[in-house]
């Protein structure tokens, strides 16, 4: 430390001398202020650095809510072709199911196209096998689908009746005849699940029932341009479904008989080859 004369004498000459000379008095004050200085400096560069940080994270941001709402606007476009799609196969369904409820009716009520030979041989059919009906007067048959089929199944029984329904309308004049096969159920659920793999509920088991049907007529040699099939599921009910003796006549394929002009489903006789 510099003696009160020393320090007297460089008064004197200067501050800059005594700083020069390595002589300074303690300044808490200055040294505060300098790491007040220094804290406050690197505040403002962690927030500049955090300032860049947000400004590039709001970009990010900007740009992702961008793509969601361009692929949110995708995504309706898509959701809202595929209704548009699903009312179109709706009003077709509509449409086919009004016109196969009309050639239904149409065939329920028709005369029978027949003629008496050949009505008489579905007449001696119908006396040799008891699970085949026949109506002489509108030439309508009727199976009940227990003896053709097990149940909650569409694989024909080994059964020769339908063998036979084919030859006699493979012959004369019943070969010009077409044929509808409709299959019913009675409002039982599909409810095995061996069963509703196959058939998951009861439209599907009253069409594949028709079809299995269709399928055995051909192999019987009847043409496929003279058949046409559908299903009605329990919705057709010849008898109320309150107990099983009532649920086993509504279990049944019907067979229409048509005369050569008649529409098959929706099919145009005048088009075929």
Known sequence: ????????SLMLIGLPALLAL??????????QSQLQSRRLWEERRLLAAQSAQS????AALAAERERLAQ???RLQADLDTERQRIANLQQERSELHDRMATLISQARNQKNPLSAETTRRFE???????????????????????ILFPSGSADLKPLPVLREFAAILNEGEAQ??????????????????ATAQKHPTNWHLST????????????AGIKESRMGAAGYSMYQPVA??????SRGKNRRVEIYVLAPDAVVAGWDPNTRN
């Open 71 to 73: 692929e949110q606007a």
């Open 1 to 8: 430390m510099c003696s009160p004369a020393r320090v007297l």
């Open 22 to 31: 390595g002589c300074t008095a303690p300044n808490p004050a200055l040294r």
């Open 176 to 193: 010009r005849l077409n044929i509808l096969v409709v299959g019913h159920t009675d409002d039982q659920r599909i409810a095995r699940p």
């Open 208 to 219: 594949n029932r028709a079809n299995s049907v269709i399928v055995e007529l051909s192999r």
């Open 240 to 245: 109320p479904n309150k107990d099983d003796q």
């Open 124 to 146: 001696e059919l119908s006396n040799r096998f008891p699970e085949f009906e026949f109506d002489p007067h509108t030439g309508v048959s009727k199976f009940h689908t227990d």
């Open 55 to 58: 400004a590039q994270s709001a």
